[in-house]
């Protein structure tokens, strides 16, 4: 329960982030392709949230979580959390992705952190990326 939470939180945080990014400088959505699959129709849709809410945050969360931050937890909470929601950004590029990356690899670490296992941050990431591809869908993607 406290990983949906913390997801849609994430997905809260998101917006202002993407909001405050394309107030700096402009408007560049480097996921468009992403946003476009989930308005076209129901089959690219749910092929992109099968990929997009299940699949990918699955993965990257046993990559980013359960093997990255997990290594990194040995040297104290700052690396665990902070140098491996850093290195989750990065993986993301470099873009108004970014930042948000680090924020979701922030509440991700911060979670596994406090549970001892990886499945919490999956579920986080699953609510807050089905978040985005649900706005998406309906056309309230935050950046056009």
């Known amino acids: 329960m406290t990983a949906t939470g913390v997801g849609i939180i994430g997905y ?3 917006l202002i982030i993407q909001f405050t990014y394309q107030t700096w400088f402009g408007s560049n959505d480097p996921q468009s392709i992403l946003h476009a699959a989930a308005r076209g129709g129901p089959l690219p849709f749910l092929l992109s949230f099968l990929g997009g809410a299940i699949f990918t945050p699955f993965g990257e969360e046993i990559l980013f979580r359960g093997l990255v931050a997990n290594a990194l937890n040995r040297y104290g909470a700052f690396a665990g959390v902070v140098l491996s929601s850093i290195i989750f950004g990065l993986a993301h590029g470099v873009s108004v992705i970014l930042p948000v990356a680090i924020m979701v ?5 911060i979670l596994f952190r406090a549970t001892g296992s990886v499945w919490p941050s999956v579920v986080l990431h699953c609510v807050y990326n089905g978040a985005n591809s649900i706005a998406s869908a309906f056309g309230f993607a935050p950046m056009p």
């Open 105 to 109: 690899g922030l509440l991700s670490a």
């Open 12 to 14: 809260g945080l998101n």
